[in-house]
């Protein structure tokens, strides 16, 4: 079965200027998204990647990263917004530290990019008419 996992990866310092992901997808067949990659003030990386694939390979590549000394959090939760609750206040633009909200210029209200979200949880409590939601 294909699955598509979401994880933020902590990159050690020595492994910071390595091909890792992009050796990982060959030597395991699998398709990868980056979402986010910044290098931390002490110099290590972190990166929310998207894998896809077959569930066994996937699993192995993520083993793989481990044994990698990578360490690897799942995201396993979900973030939506309720349209008809939504206000198009902006707050939560304000919030975001990814932009996954957005302000749209065409339909003159605030959208929300489910692939850029990190499930940082910044936005929830800021929405005062709780139209983010949690997905589990
Ligand atoms: S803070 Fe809430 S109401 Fe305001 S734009 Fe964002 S989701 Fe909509
Ligand atoms: S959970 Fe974090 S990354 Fe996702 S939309 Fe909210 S503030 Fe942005």
Redesign the pocket.
Same mark, same amino acid.
């Given at each position: 079965m294909k699955i598509s996992e979401r994880v933020v990866l902590k990159f050690p310092k020595e492994l910071v200027d390595k091909p890792t992901i992009s050796t990982l997808v060959r030597k395991y067949d699998i398709e990868f998204n980056i979402l986010q990659a910044q290098v931390l003030p002490q110099k290590e990386g972190v990166m929310v990647v998207i894998f896809t694939g077959e569930e066994d390979i996937v699993k192995q590549a993520l083993k793989d990263l481990k044994n990698q000394n990578v360490v690897l959090q799942r995201l396993k939760q979900d973030i939506t917004?309720d349209e008809k609750? @939504?206000?198009?206040?902006?707050?939560?633009?304000g919030l975001c530290p990814t932009n996954a909200?957005y302000y749209d210029k065409e339909t003159k209200k605030?959208a929300f990019d489910y692939e850029k979200c990190i499930t940082c949880m910044l936005?929830v409590k800021? @929405?005062?008419?709780r139209?983010?939601k949690i997905k589990f």
């Open positions: 917004k609750i @939504c206000t198009h206040c902006g707050v939560c633009i909200f605030v936005c800021g @929405c005062m008419v139209a983010i």
